[in-house]
């Protein structure tokens, strides 16, 4: 039955899964697939997120039923449209603490079309990037990329280079390294930098 078989994907996905009827067309038609994820959210087994995005929601002893992450509604988002796409440079800098400064707005850079997504009452604002400064192949990589965009020249000194190296895991690096070739020119001496095993 459709309905035992998508809901066994679902609860082995886990809570927190965000997900669009997309993910869910290999085992049957848009039309079933959309009148089964109706019928499970009505009898309260997934939740309504907005319009085509439901989850399994998470849930915390103290704060109760919790909200989906902003990256979970990413993800969903990038496979429904794969597209990809990239924290901005602010918010970047600030999760590798480069920087205090914390973005007031959840704001992801994309090759689409600049325009605000609000799922499960998060809102999202997607901006325009060209796609060279979106495509590189590793997260982290893109995540470090951004962050010493946002940082420029001047900003990227040695001891916040240095935090990099340190606090980036081995693969990370390795992968940050093949991955350089993403990068402007400007910025593959700090890439090769943080690439390496020991402080130059």
């Keep these: 039955m459709l309905s035992t078989t998508i809901a066994l994907r679902i609860r082995r996905k886990g809570p927190g899964w965000v997900f669009t009827p997309r993910d869910l067309l290999d ?4 039309q079933a697939v959309g009148m089964t994820l109706l019928r499970l959210a009505r009898a309260g087994r997934i939740r309504k997120l907005g319009r085509g995005f439901y989850d399994t929601p998470r849930t915390h002893p103290i704060l109760g039923v919790l909200h989906p992450r902003p990256e979970a509604i990413l993800e969903a988002l990038s496979r429904r449209e ?41 809102e999202i604002e997607l901006m325009h990037r060209a796609a060279r400064k979106v495509t590189a ?29 340190v606090l980036l895991r081995p693969d990370d690096r390795r992968r940050l390294l093949r991955d350089q070739g993403f990068a402007p020119a400007w910025m593959r001496p700090l890439i090769q930098r943080i690439a390496a095993e020991k402080p130059r």
């Design 27 to 30: 085992l049957g038609s848009p």
């Design 137 to 165: 192949p590793g997260p982290m990589s893109a995540r470090v990329m951004a962050a010493l965009r946002g940082l420029g020249k001047t900003e990227a000194t040695p001891d916040r280079i240095d935090s990099l190296r």
């Design 82 to 122: 794969s597209t990809r796409f990239v924290e901005h440079e602010t918010q970047a800098a600030n999760l590798l603490r480069l920087t205090d400064q914390v973005p007031a707005r959840l704001i992801y850079l994309t090759t689409g079309r600049s325009r605000k997504v609000r799922v499960g009452g998060i």
